[in-house]
């Protein structure tokens, strides 16, 4: 790949959104070249993800806008940084909302990874090393979002927070890879970890929670049982290896009771997707005593409370949380892309949708309305 644009401004389009809620617009942007430590992407595919939602909504910080939101995405290397020696112009990447300095505590422990210096930031709207945005128009800064911004067809993004992979990997399949499906996936195989043969339950069947039914098929369970409000969604959980369906609206008795009941006495593994605070805790006490282990990966509301009897953990059962899947995005990601590659993964039926970059508020309307699970976005450079 020529690098003729290195170390210049690059002029692209980019999806701004200019306040909380409104469309996002296509505007011209200008992208400055990467300073120390950092990498310029081209991005080629992005998805959306609900967080880009809620933070576009503003529900879920100080809001801080204009913004370039987006980061489910896959890309190539257009330019390096000072000091940037693990990548090349040309290397086909995955950009991630956390990553990886590989030197503090947290990336030298084999249990941790959550960084320190890289860890998800949703209030940071500039970059680490200056303080400064690389986006502006007409000379005024646009802010970035989770450190990618990858609605953009250029994006500047530190490199302890992209994943370098196989470059036969299909990009517009694998950029799901880059956050929610990595997140489910990871709680299944990484933290729950159900032996062949076992029975897992899995609360909420969004994206995450279909992607944690995926882990369980892989692993072998012997029975999925999803637990859903939405009745719409149990015809297409079978895809993803869901076996039994429970509806807790359907039983006047709590929903941990039901599935106690069908499974003599509970599950072996639960995953919470919903981040609501009584899916988390109907997960945690639906799991068998002796060896039950409930996984929690849906964030809660700042003031929920997780309440259960303390008895529930004195026989036996683990509660546990994670953060994307327990990934490393650097280290783990490209051996997520090789189970894809070898047919062990499949990601296409997460993908229901796909517009043209010029269409990306279409994929915001699928999202609000709750169709499909991952809208594909085609930059169309």
Not at 300 to 329: I, Q, S
Not at 330 to 347: A, C, F, I, Q
Request: aromatic share 8%; glycine share 10%; charged share 20%.
């Amino acid at each position: 790949m020529s690098s003729n644009t290195a170390s210049q401004v690059i002029r692209c389009k980019a999806a701004v959104a200019w306040e909380a809620g409104k469309p996002l617009v296509i505007e011209e942007v200008e992208v400055a070249p990467p300073q120390k430590s950092e990498v310029r992407l081209k991005i080629l595919f992005t998805s959306l993800c609900h967080t880009d939602v809620y933070f576009w909504e503003a529900k879920g910080q100080t809001p801080l806008f204009p913004r370039i939101f987006g980061h489910e995405a896959g890309g190539i290397v257009e330019s390096v940084g000072e000091g940037v020696t693990d990548f090349q112009p040309g290397d086909h990447v995955l950009p991630v909302f956390t990553g990886e300095c590989q030197q503090c505590r947290h990336c030298k422990s084999e249990e941790s990874n959550m960084c320190d210096l890289l860890r998800i930031n949703t209030d940071r709207g500039v970059m680490i090393h200056d303080g400064q945005t690389r986006f502006s128009k007409d000379g005024k800064p646009i802010y970035h979002f989770v450190g990618t911004s990858t609605f953009s067809e250029y994006t500047v993004v530190h490199s302890g927070c992209v994943a370098k992979i196989d470059p036969q990997a299909p990009l517009d399949k694998v950029c799901v890879l880059s956050c929610g499906i990595s997140t489910g996936l990871g709680a299944t195989l990484n933290v729950a970890k159900p032996t062949k043969g076992s029975t897992v339950a899995i609360f909420g069947l969004g994206a995450v929670g279909l992607a944690a039914a995926e882990g369980a098929r892989i692993a072998g369970a012997s029975r999925i049982i999803g637990i859903d409000l939405n009745p719409s969604r149990f015809n297409d959980a079978k895809k993803f290896g869901v076996t039994e369906f429970v509806n807790p609206k359907d039983y006047d008795k709590p929903v941990q009771q039901v599935i106690a009941e069908m499974t003599d006495g509970g599950v072996d593994r639960s995953v919470e997707c919903t981040g609501n605070v009584n899916a988390m805790i109907s997960a945690f006490e639906c799991v068998h005593d002796g060896w039950g282990v409930a996984v929690l990966v849906g964030v809660p509301n700042k003031d929920d409370a997780f309440k259960t009897h303390p008895m529930n953990l004195l026989n036996e059962r683990t509660l546990k949380g994670t953060f994307f899947g327990n990934y490393k995005p650097k280290t783990d990601l490209p051996s997520v892309v090789g189970k894809y590659m070898n047919k062990e993964l499949e990601l296409e039926k997460f993908i229901t949708h796909q517009v043209p970059f010029s269409e990306i508020n279409k994929a915001f309307e699928y999202m609000l309305k709750g169709e499909g699970l991952r809208c594909m976005i085609t930059m169309g450079h």
